[in-house]
């Protein structure tokens, strides 16, 4: 369907951070999380510890490695930060995948101060038990959405990001302690996963399983697809790349039409599509109109240049690193204002945060 071939990972790259250590994998029951566990524990850990918020989810996991002694399951919160400390020191833990967040878009509109309180304070909780624990790498999986976002979800992984920066380069903004960190902070930034949770990919193949028709909301709307093993495997070879506020891209081919990928779908399905061309088609591709916040392309990469790694798929973008002065203040309000149920001042210090946001933001109180 994305009419490439499969990406092939360096073994040496997939080792180098993995073996031997001990790593924790935050939602390691979600799409990414889960398959970063399926390839890490090949990869020979010390330990494998799967956390993850939804007991479902969690439990699907670990039945994959119900003999497996080298791997914890704990069902626990990201953002609860003393939790965060107690594991991270209990398991003398060495490397972190922080997978877990709220990605829907839709969902995190209408949900925006959940969605906040997710994406940017299990960031927060992370980095700062990971400072005080000495955790040789963090990496954040952030998205494509966070680059210029229209949408709450975007612009909370945007955040995400800030924060994840300025733990690498000066923690003092949140934790002034006169501690030397020794923690690299680093994020991986790709797009849409093939076959993930709320991709395109399962909804068109139920709605193709019953008639149609196929849903889109623009025909000119593209994304950039990977497979979910292609996406973790770079992940993990971008984990021992880096060194400390590296922002990681993942070169993920070129842009995919929906409207083509719907209209592929349908053929490897044996059936046609119907239009005014083809009324004897089987199934109809319908647009319905873009959503709020929904771009008709996204991009991975703010105003900068990207270099290559050693890897030839995966590049480090040369970005300026975010300077706040009132970073930790103004996150403190965000926090009070989410935990008050204050929409109005919670979006309004999201967008002082996260500036390239702020357009948005006047027409979406008026929305709400």
Same mark, same amino acid.
């Given at each position: 369907?994305?009419?490439?071939?499969?990406?092939?990972?360096?073994?040496?790259?997939?080792?180098?951070?993995?073996?031997?250590?001990?790593?924790?994998?935050?939602?390691?029951?979600?799409?990414?999380?889960?398959?970063?566990?399926?390839?890490?524990?090949?990869?020979?850990?010390?330990?494998?510890?799967?956390?993850?918020?939804?007991?479902?989810?969690?439990?699907?996991?670990?039945?994959?490695?119900?003999?497996?002694?080298?791997?914890?399951?704990?069902?626990?919160?990201?953002?609860?930060?003393?939790?965060?400390?107690?594991?991270?020191?209990?398991?003398?833990?060495?490397?972190?995948?922080?997978?877990?967040?709220?990605?829907?878009?839709?969902?995190?509109?209408?949900?925006?101060?959940?969605? &906040?309180?997710?994406?940017?304070?299990? /960031?927060? !909780? #992370?980095?700062? @038990?990971?400072?005080?624990? =000495?955790? %040789?790498?963090?990496?954040?999986?952030?998205?494509?959405?966070?680059?210029?976002?229209?949408?709450?979800?975007?612009?909370?992984?945007? &955040?995400?990001?800030?924060?994840?920066? /300025?733990? !690498? #380069?000066?923690? @003092?903004?949140?934790?002034? =302690?006169? %501690?030397?960190?020794?923690?690299?902070?680093?994020?991986?930034?790709?797009?849409?996963?093939?076959?993930?949770?709320?991709?395109?990919?399962?909804?068109?193949?139920?709605?193709?399983?019953?008639?149609?028709?196929?849903?889109?909301?623009?025909?000119?709307?593209?994304?950039?697809?990977?497979?979910?093993?292609?996406?973790?495997?770079?992940?993990?070879?971008?984990?021992?790349?880096?060194?400390?506020?590296?922002?990681?891209?993942?070169?993920?081919?070129?842009?995919?039409?929906?409207?083509?990928?719907?209209?592929?779908?349908?053929?490897?399905?044996?059936?046609?599509?119907?239009?005014?061309?083809?009324?004897?088609?089987?199934?109809?591709?319908?647009?319905?109109?873009?959503?709020?916040?929904?771009?008709?392309?996204?991009?991975?990469?703010?105003?900068?240049?990207?270099?290559?790694?050693?890897?030839?798929?995966?590049?480090?973008?040369?970005?300026?690193?975010?300077?706040?002065?009132?970073?930790?203040?103004?996150?403190?309000?965000?926090?009070?204002?989410?935990?008050?149920?204050?929409?109005?001042?919670?979006?309004?210090?999201?967008?002082?945060?996260?500036?390239?946001?702020?357009?948005?933001?006047?027409?979406?109180?008026?929305?709400?």
């Amino acid at each position: 369907m994305l009419g490439r071939d499969k990406i092939s990972p360096n073994k040496d790259l997939l080792y180098s951070s993995i073996k031997n250590n001990v790593v924790l994998i935050t939602g390691g029951g979600g799409s990414i999380g889960s398959e970063l566990c399926r390839q890490i524990i090949n990869l020979e850990p010390k330990k494998l510890i799967i956390m993850d918020l939804s007991e479902e989810k969690l439990y699907l996991i670990s039945q994959e490695f119900i003999n497996n002694d080298n791997i914890e399951v704990l069902l626990g919160n990201a953002v609860d930060m003393n939790y965060l400390d107690y594991i991270f020191s209990y398991y003398n833990v060495d490397v972190i995948f922080h997978a877990a967040s709220y990605k829907h878009v839709p969902i995190v509109e209408s949900n925006p101060l959940q969605g &906040l309180k997710n994406n940017v304070f299990s /960031t927060l !909780a #992370v980095c700062k @038990a990971a400072y005080f624990n =000495d955790i %040789k790498k963090v990496i954040l999986i952030s998205t494509d959405k966070a680059v210029r976002p229209t949408n709450v979800m975007g612009a909370s992984k945007r &955040l995400a990001e800030i924060i994840m920066q /300025t733990f !690498a #380069v000066s923690p @003092a903004y949140f934790v002034d =302690d006169g %501690k030397e960190s020794k923690t690299a902070f680093s994020m991986v930034r790709f797009g849409n996963v093939l076959d993930s949770s709320g991709s395109v990919v399962p909804l068109f193949r139920k709605q193709i399983s019953i008639g149609g028709p196929i849903t889109l909301t623009h025909k000119k709307i593209n994304r950039f697809f990977m497979t979910i093993p292609e996406a973790s495997e770079l992940v993990i070879q971008a984990s021992s790349l880096a060194k400390g506020g590296d922002v990681f891209l993942l070169d993920m081919g070129d842009p995919v039409y929906i409207f083509d990928l719907a209209e592929k779908m349908i053929r490897l399905s044996g059936l046609t599509v119907k239009s005014d061309q083809k009324l004897d088609g089987d199934i109809e591709i319908k647009v319905t109109g873009l959503r709020p916040g929904e771009k008709l392309y996204e991009e991975l990469i703010i105003n900068a240049e990207s270099e290559k790694t050693i890897h030839p798929l995966i590049y480090r973008a040369k970005e300026e690193i975010t300077k706040m002065e009132e970073l930790s203040n103004k996150i403190n309000y965000l926090e009070h204002y989410i935990n008050s149920n204050n929409r109005n001042d919670s979006l309004k210090i999201l967008s002082e945060l996260v500036p390239e946001w702020k357009n948005n933001y006047i027409g979406y109180l008026n929305k709400k």
